[in-house]
């Protein structure tokens, strides 16, 4: 990968060229983000390729206790916004780089991409929430899996049997009804995805379908960035060669000025 | 009658007062003097330190000792502290209309993050949300000073105190020095670009306290006092 970065890189980091890949999947709960990340997983293992996986909330330095507070419901917006930043700087450093540095394709279960989302959905400015993760490696590719909001609430009372609390965006005091919160929640994270998607290059996966339909055009989506042809390759270099592909995309910086 | 009062730029019916400046420099001994003041007067007023929120004390204490923070997590833990601590202890007050004194504010993490080799227009996006306080107090004084009277108090300069995690000297004496001249030259540049009122506190705390409840006074001359609240109802 380029080993460019959205905005003003780190100090300490090497920005030249990284040996390896990054693979995003982002997408709501519910959307299958999960069992599709470990597919792929194994897909690529099976090739040969060395995967470290990545997420939110999984650094050493503040998962628990970011953990601890939400369970509080202690947390004001703009302090969400930098934990979870502190969260991401941390994994960006100590996992993300140097697995990428040692050639390993690194494969992150969200990215900042739901980070801005939610602290704009919030009340942050797009600027603030752009400047502040423009540290982040502009990654290879971004899936994003698009799932309609009855399909995640469904999905959701399927799974946990209710609407998780977050999730409903019930800090927002949008609705004290659950449900409806869920949806206004919900809503106005698709407005910034929505927002998101050209500058910073999603490929946009229909996410209302089975895992298996999303898993078939995932590989073929990924496949090109082994130099792969898989089943179906023509049809993908076509959309590739439509402005698919996340090289091509402007970096945001420059469009903020 | 609570008397008509000018409106400050941060738009709160409170008063933002800041106090900045190296370790040593005096300006918590002072801060505190100055509370104590306008208590006394009957002003209503929120006292605030740097770095002292529930939230993040553990992980920034852990993540100093084990050696776990980059320049860049050492800078976002304190931007989340400090979030905490404004969302949660500064703001309210300031728009119920205290005398808010904060020892330390963005500042602090301006100077620190600078000297850690952060890009200073990220770091100050982040602080956007942190509006302008009405009175920045800089404590301006030489390093030499300030580690003398380190000396003086006997108190151990600590592992971040001397930037030991810059790597710009093995010995502590030596790397404090370095990393306080580099503070000050951001403090110093800051004092211009952020309309910091400057302070030599070289002198005696008598007459910088005296030079401090001076400067004060026309920020608070049509300010309300516990009293005219009570009056008022």
């Known amino acids: 990968m380029t080993g460019r970065t959205y905005g003003t890189p780190l100090p300490g980091m090497p920005g030249e060229k990284l040996a390896g890949k990054l693979i995003v999947i982002e997408g709501a709960d519910g959307s299958g983000r999960t069992t599709e990340v470990d597919q792929l997983k194994e897909w690529l293992e099976v090739q040969g ?41 941390d994994q960006l450093e100590n996992k993300i780089v140097p697995a990428l540095s040692a050639g390993s394709t690194v494969l992150a279960d969200r990215y900042i991409y739901t980070l801005m989302a939610r602290a704009v959905a919030r009340g942050a400015s797009r600027e603030w929430a752009r400047e502040l993760y423009g540290f982040a490696l ?23 049997g209710a609407l998780d609390y977050w999730e409903s965006g019930m800090d927002l005091c949008l609705s004290p009804d659950r449900f409806d919160s869920f949806f206004l929640y919900q809503a106005r994270l698709r407005e ?41 390759a023509g049809r993908l270099l076509r959309r590739r060669a439509n402005g698919g592909a996340p090289t091509e995309t402007p970096a945001p910086r420059a469009a903020s000025g | 009658m609570i008397p008509e009062t000018p409106s400050p730029a941060h738009g709160y019916p409170g008063r933002l007062l800041v106090f900045e400046g190296l370790d040593g420099s005096g300006k918590s001994t002072q801060a505190r003097l100055i509370g104590k003041w306008l208590q006394s007067r009957d002003y209503r007023v929120f006292f605030t330190e740097w770095n002292s929120s529930d939230l993040t004390a553990d992980t920034i204490r852990r993540g ?75 404590f301006q004084v030489p390093v030499q000073v300030t580690l ?86």
């Open chain 1, 49 to 89: 390729h060395a995967v470290v996986d990545t997420g939110l909330r999984r650094s050493t330095l503040v998962s628990e206790r970011i953990d601890e507070a939400k369970q509080g419901h202690t947390l004001a917006p703009t302090t969400m916004a930098l934990f979870y930043a502190v969260d991401f700087a």
């Open chain 1, 138 to 160: 502009v990654p290879d590719l971004v899936m994003f899996l698009n799932a309609r909001p009855d399909i995640l609430l469904h999905r959701a009372i399927m799974k946990y």
């Open chain 1, 192 to 232: 910034e995805f929505t927002w998101m998607a050209k500058p910073y290059g999603f490929h946009f996966i229909d996410a209302n379908r089975t895992p298996a339909a999303v898993h078939l055009d995932v590989k073929r989506i990924v496949a090109p960035l082994y130099n792969r042809a898989p089943e179906g």
């Open chain 2, 64 to 138: 100093k000792k084990r050696g776990l923070l980059t320049p860049t997590t050492f800078s976002l833990l304190h931007a989340t502290d400090f979030a905490d601590r404004f969302e949660r202890q500064i703001l309210p007050p300031l728009r119920a209309g205290y005398v808010v004194i904060c020892d330390r504010y963005v500042y602090t993490a301006f100077v620190r993050d600078a000297a850690r080799g952060c890009a200073p227009a990220w770091v100050r996006n982040i602080y956007r949300f942190a509006p302008k306080p009405d009175k920045t107090f800089y």
């Open chain 2, 148 to 233: 003398a009277r380190k000396h003086a108090s006997r108190l151990k300069i600590s592992y971040y105190e001397a930037g030991m995690d810059l790597g710009l000297s093995d010995d502590v004496s030596d790397s404090y020095q370095r990393f306080q001249g580099r503070l000050k030259r951001e403090y110093d540049h800051l004092a211009r670009t952020d309309q910091f009122t400057v302070i030599d506190a070289g002198r005696s705390v008598e007459s910088v306290q005296n030079e401090l409840r001076k400067e004060l006074k026309p920020l608070l001359a049509k300010f309300p006092t516990v009293e005219h609240l009570i009056h008022d109802r």
